[in-house]
């Protein structure tokens, strides 16, 4: 079995709301099967916060290449990083999603 690491973003209101959508739209085009070495293939998610003047696509390249981290397991949580306000849609904050997943 291989594994291919996978990130996403999406603007919603909320993380739960963002990474239903994603998963959704991952499986309707790789299908329903598991192992599509995507998000599609996660049931849950996990935040990771940013450290002390970090910013959130920093925290996201820092914890994709971290050969540790936890968001590497394949079977475990997406992990995801809120970048905070979508200066495009008020109300609506954008979500960066990455991980691991079997393929």
Known sequence: MDARQFQATKSARAAVDAF??????????????????????KVDFCMEEPRD????????????????HWSRGVWGPA???DGG?????????IFYFFGMAAS
Not at 20 to 41: F, K, V, Y
Not at 54 to 68: F, G, I
Not at 85 to 93: A, E, H, I, L, S
Request: aromatic share 4%.
């Open 20 to 41: 239903m959508s994603l998963a959704a739209q991952a499986q309707e085009e790789h299908g329903w099967l598991p192992c599509t070495g995507t998000i599609g293939d």
């Open 53 to 68: 003047g970090e910013m959130p696509l920093d925290c996201v390249k820092r914890c994709s290449e971290a050969p540790d």
């Open 85 to 93: 306000p979508d200066p495009m849609k008020p109300g609506f904050r």
């Open 79 to 81: 992990a995801c990083v």
